[in-house]
């Protein structure tokens, strides 16, 4: 891959001057933060930096699924968290996975619904 020291003196000055917005990361997060962007400033320069020619990061990988937190991270999080907290954050969760479903076709995210499981040792479940 080309590394930016390589890239001569005005290959240099055209990708990092006169930028309005700067996002890094090419997932799912960094595209819909840029389609935003786009959106609300329609004549602003805007730069998506990705690390290599694709992205390679969560989105592409295992960690690349939405949720708001399943019954055991609400439980753990009630237990250390103030209550209003933990619902509003659940709550801004929700609102960003149906905003996702608005921007994306869930066909092209591939979206399935699938409920949740917590698998629990006993000792976990609270039994002795």
């Known amino acids: 891959m080309l590394q930016f020291k390589d890239l001569s003196f005005w290959e240099k ?3 990092t001057e006169g930028i309005d917005f700067l996002v890094i990361g ?6 819909a933060c840029a389609i935003s962007l786009r959106e609300k400033h329609p004549n602003a320069r805007i730069v998506l ?13 295992n960690a690349g699924f939405a ?3 399943s019954v055991t991270e609400l439980a ?17 969760r929700w609102r960003g996975l149906k905003r996702l479903q608005e921007r994306f076709d869930p066909k092209v995210l591939e979206l399935k619904i699938r ?3 917590d698998l629990l040792h006993n000792s976990q ?3 002795k």
């Open 49 to 61: 930096l990705e690390r290599g020619y694709l992205p390679t990061g969560a989105s592409t990988k």
């Open 26 to 31: 090419g997932g799912i997060v960094g595209i």
């Open 13 to 15: 000055v055209s990708v």
């Open 76 to 92: 753990d999080d009630l237990s250390k968290i103030d209550p209003q907290t933990v619902w509003d954050t659940v709550d801004l």
């Open 125 to 127: 479940a609270g039994e």
């Open 67 to 69: 949720c708001f937190g």
């Open 115 to 117: 409920g949740s499981w």
